[in-house]
C-alpha cells in the first residue's frame, strides 16, 4: 500500500513564507499539492511531473514554488507571501499504476493545516 506523509504545516503570519513536505513510500508518477479551505471545494495549487514540468493555481503564482526530488520520492512547495486566504488543508496527492489493479491509482496524504493569521 502507498502511503505518502506530509510535514511543515503550521501557524504563519501574513507575508510569512511556509514550506510543506510529502514523503512518498515508493516511486510515484506525477505529485501535486491540493487544498481544501472551510466550505470550499479541494482545490489543485501545484502539481509537478517526473520530469520537472509545473502547473500552478493562478493566485499562488509568483508566491508558490513546487519540487521534488525523485530519488527520495519527495515532494515540497514553497510558500511565500503569504495570505489569509491561503488558509487551508494542505494535502499531498500522487498517482501510480498499479499493475494489480490494472489501472492508475490515486493516493492521498492526510493533510497538514496551514493557518495565515495576525
Known amino acids: 500500500q502507498v502511503q505518502l506523509v506530509e510535514s511543515g504545516g503550521g501557524l504563519v503570519e501574513p507575508g510569512g513564507s511556509l514550506s510543506l513536505s510529502c514523503v512518498a513510500s515508493?516511486?510515484?508518477?506525477?505529485m501535486s499539492w491540493y487544498r481544501q479551505a472551510p466550505g470550499k471545494q479541494r482545490e489543485l495549487v501545484a502539481a509537478i511531473t517526473t520530469v520537472g514540468t509545473t502547473t500552478y493555481e493562478d493566485s499562488v503564482k509568483g508566491r508558490f514554488t513546487i519540487s521534488r526530488d525523485n530519488a527520495k520520492n519527495t515532494v515540497y512547495l514553497e510558500m511565500s507571501s503569504l495570505k489569509p486566504e491561503d488558509t487551508a488543508v494542505y494535502y499531498c496527492e500522487a498517482n501510480l499504476f498499479s499493475f494489480s489493479m490494472l489501472r492508475w491509482v490515486d493516493y492521498w496524504g492526510q493533510g497538514t493545516q496551514v493557518t495565515v493569521s495576525s
Open positions: 515508493v516511486s510515484v508518477n506525477e
